[in-house]
């Protein structure tokens, strides 16, 4: 374990960015912290002031982080309620798009017991936030160690929850994303910064890339 901290910081370093991880552990449901906030707003605060946050289904009050963990079942009413506060709020004209992105949206297959977000503990997968020219580091080496693209979500529904930790959690990938208006003014996502999400495995096998 200390080693792969000491790798993620050496990273840190390198992309002149906090890098915060999210692991995913299946038990006690009832374990939590009492502050109820988005998603993106814990993993802001982690990556503010560095300290470990446990969270579960009563940590989170944001619908989206809600449905991509699966803390809320996907049935007919939930979709129907969803889709409906989808298009209220403005991100959708019609409630039929808003259940369509809904059916395609990234979600754990299995709903965790709790979420651990820390800077100091191995993760399951890690979130920072860049620049477009550091962007260009990490995609170049991406493109050179997997001899393939990476990807952008473009969708703006559950960008940090969704495409940039359940994603790269059930498929192996590195998603780059331009947030949510919630995660860019909840979510510490700045002015000109593009939030990533990558599985751990990604992240030490690009490191020695970026190093040179």
């Known amino acids: 374990m200390e080693g792969a901290i000491?790798?993620?910081r050496e990273f840190e370093r390198l992309i002149n960015s906090p890098v915060v991880g999210v692991s995913f552990i299946y038990g006690d449901h009832s374990v939590g912290i009492s502050e109820k906030l988005r998603?993106?707003?814990?993993?802001?605060?982690?990556?503010?002031?560095?300290?470990d946050r446990i969270i579960s289904a009563n940590s989170l009050k944001c619908l989206g982080s809600l449905w991509a963990f699966g803390y809320m079942e996907q049935n007919e009413e939930n979709l129907e309620?969803?889709?409906?506060?989808?298009?209220k709020e403005?991100?959708?004209?019609?409630?039929?798009h808003a259940r369509r992105e809904?059916?395609?949206?990234p979600r754990m297959p299995d709903t965790p017991g709790y979420i651990r977000i820390s800077r100091n503990a191995e993760s399951d997968l890690y979130i920072f936030y860049l620049s477009p020219m550091?962007?260009?580091?990490?995609?170049?080496?991406?493109?050179k160690r997997y001899q393939r693209d990476l990807e952008m979500d473009t969708s703006g529904l559950m960008p940090i929850?969704?495409?940039?930790?359940?994603?790269?959690?059930?498929?192996?990938c590195m998603i780059f994303s331009l947030g949510c208006m919630d995660s860019r003014e909840h979510g510490g996502i700045g002015d000109g910064k593009i939030a990533?999400?990558?599985?751990?495995?990604?992240?030490?096998d690009i490191l020695e890339l970026i190093r040179k």
């Open 6 to 8: 000491k790798l993620i």
């Open 39 to 51: 998603f993106c707003e814990h993993v802001k605060r982690t990556m503010e002031d560095g300290n």
């Open 81 to 87: 309620s969803f889709s409906k506060n989808l298009v």
């Open 90 to 96: 403005g991100r959708f004209s019609k409630g039929s």
């Open 102 to 105: 809904l059916e395609c949206a």
């Open 134 to 143: 550091e962007c260009m580091r990490i995609m170049q080496a991406y493109q």
């Open 161 to 172: 929850c969704g495409q940039c930790s359940v994603r790269p959690y059930m498929e192996g």
């Open 196 to 204: 990533i999400g990558a599985p751990s495995k990604v992240i030490y």
